[in-house]
């Protein structure tokens, strides 16, 4: 079988993807000077917190997903991040390719929020492998890539806060479900508000009233609901 070995060399954001995009530019390489026809390749990607340290602030936009600092030896769990496929074209020996990885800013997602909440410096990934190899030079057989073939990187912070700048400029997101939406429109259209951020800074001061002006209240007068 050919000994497949993988290196990530760098990533950056892509500038003219309809949504938040991250592009790795990895190194493939065939043992032996391998010929390979084709190669059919799968890639998950994860997120390994344990592989590198944390600011005091950092640590405290962490806490929802691995509670306080003094559990973090048992909760500093590896986070999914993405999981990918790209076809690998001809090539002998090795090449580069580009491996392009669909993102959302999401904040109910585990890997934004771990993201969100970093400040500089780089998020360990460990990237693994598996896949299909169309190889052969006097002729053409078909392989496997073995599932322990994996490659880490350290992506800087700055690649992600790019991303997430081109498409959400000085913007978070946020989903919410059907009925709060609701709510929050009949809200925003019954005090004439201009922007759901006026919509949310109306609810937000009026959060520092007495209890007798409840928010909650307000916004669950307009479907009935009392237990958002």
Same mark, same amino acid.
Request: aromatic content about 12%.
């Given at each position: 079988m050919t000994a497949f070995s993988f290196a990530c060399t760098g990533v950056r954001a892509d500038q003219y993807a309809a949504g938040p995009t991250l592009v790795f530019? &990895?190194?493939v390489t065939a043992g032996d000077n391998a010929r390979v026809h084709a190669l059919a390749l799968r890639c998950q990607i994860r997120i390994e917190p344990a592989r590198r340290g944390y600011e005091p602030a950092e640590a405290d936009g962490l806490a929802d997903l691995f509670g306080e600092r003094? =559990? !973090?030896?048992? *909760?500093?769990? +590896? #986070?999914? @991040?993405?999981?990918?496929?790209v076809m690998v +074209?001809? @090539?002998?020996?090795?090449?580069?390719? %580009?491996? #392009?990885? +669909?993102?959302?800013? %999401?904040? %109910?997602?585990?890997? *934004? =929020?771990?993201l969100t909440a970093l400040t500089d410096g780089e998020v360990p990934l460990l990237m693994l492998f598996s896949g299909t190899a169309f190889t052969g030079t006097g002729g053409f057989q078909v392989e496997p890539v073995p599932w322990d073939r994996e490659a880490a990187f350290r992506m800087p912070v700055t690649a992600w806060r790019e991303m997430v700048e081109q498409? @959400? +400029?000085?913007?978070? !997101?946020i989903r919410l479900p059907r009925d709060t939406m609701d709510a929050l429109l009949a809200?925003?259209? =019954?005090?004439?508000?201009?922007?759901w951020e006026a919509t949310v800074a109306a609810l937000l001061e009026m959060g520092a009233d007495p209890p007798?002006? %409840?928010?909650? =209240?307000? &916004?669950?007068? *307009?479907t009935g609901r009392t237990d958002l």
């Open positions: 530019r &990895l190194r003094s =559990r !973090w030896g048992s *909760t500093l769990q +590896p #986070v999914q @991040f993405a999981q990918v496929s +074209p001809s @090539f002998t020996g090795e090449i580069e390719t %580009d491996l #392009v990885v +669909p993102c959302t800013y %999401d904040m %109910d997602i585990a890997a *934004t =929020r771990y498409h @959400f +400029p000085g913007c978070g !997101w809200y925003r259209s =019954r005090h004439a508000l201009p922007s007798a002006h %409840d928010p909650l =209240r307000a &916004l669950t007068a *307009t």
